[in-house]
């Protein structure tokens, strides 16, 4: 089994979810629901695993809060 960390965000525009993996070519989807977003993603990530271990291109540590003034 393995756990890939997704950064989601809502479309203002669509009102739709927009995920992706960060560092995973081909990595991304959408869905109306967090629940479709995250089975979407998880078909696409089922397929390019398919091709065997795909190879990082970035590792996701976190996030940061940036304050201006």
Do not use: W
């Amino acid at each position: 089994m393995r756990v890939f960390t997704a950064v989601v965000e809502k479309c203002p525009d669509t009102g739709l979810y927009v995920g992706y993996i960060p560092g995973l070519r081909g990595g991304h989807s959408q869905g109306k629901s967090l629940d479709e977003l995250n089975h979407n993603l998880k078909e696409v990530v089922e397929l390019l695993l398919e091709d065997g271990e795909p190879k990082l291109e970035a590792e996701f540590v976190g996030t940061q809060s940036v304050v201006v003034a």
